[in-house]
């Protein structure tokens, strides 16, 4: 069985038609997106007039209405939400942040959504089973449209069998900066796997889908920030950031396989006594998808792995 993992793609377009493709190119049975799938902004696109202008990467942009449909998709491609509206809209939403809070969610649940059905259209034919997990940064109203979907599983909380393998999945992390929709406590993270693993009969063909890395790894270690989220020494100074629920419960149960997200810098592969723990990093902005493919076959449990990208 091939496994392909990938994870943060953070509303990139074009990394979500990657993932699915990459079905057919890596001739995967199982695809497993493993959290902050959503975008973080939306790009508002005003009319005036004949033309529309936006602001996309610090930089301002006018362009006519032939041109709009191509800018639109340029925004999606980087991960941002794209919404036409007049300069009266834009004015009412910056007098109220919860309409602008409302209107994301909607622009949020739309995409992912039409992400559902990219899947089941491209899919339909396919034996390929499709997993996500939603991540710290997805907001909780995601969860039912991808429960809904009819070619991809929702995997949150769950203890699922995969061709003879268990796998547990959480998008939950650590507590971060940035105070997002599922964070918590390490206390709690760990409360919260301990249903899962009561589930699992053998560690040994056990899959751990957990968003954060495992604390003090190399796949954990980002860019420390100062008092106003600024990197310290030009991002030159790294510290750990992981959580250590998650490396807990490695340590103790030592699953075959541990995949994890959520650092986008910490890219690579690392050993846990006798799991394998990986984090395939992210390039979303970039339209890169990174990933990773296991293969595992009955005897030898996990045969062969590499990270890609594409």
Known sequence: MRVFYATDLHGSEVCWRKFLNAAKFY??????????????AMIPIVEDGDSYELTLSGVSQRVGRDEVAEVESQVQRKGYYPVRMTSAQVAELEKD???VQTLFTEQMCKTV??????AADKMKDSKVRIFVAPGNDDEMEIDEVIANAPRVELAEGKMIDIGGYEMISSGWANPTPWHTYREAPEEELAKRMEPMLREIKDMSRAIFNFHPPPFGTALDEAPALDENLKPLHGGRALRHVGSKAVREAIDKYQPMLSLHGHIHEGKGITRLGKTLAINPGSAYEEGMLLASIIELEPKKGIKNYQLVNG
């Not at 995967?28 to 959503?38: F, S």
């Open 27 to 40: 001739d995967a049975d199982v695809l497993i997106c493993g959290g902050d799938m959503t975008g973080k």
């Open 97 to 99: 942040p919860q309409k």
């Open 113 to 118: 959504e039409r992400w559902m059905q990219l």
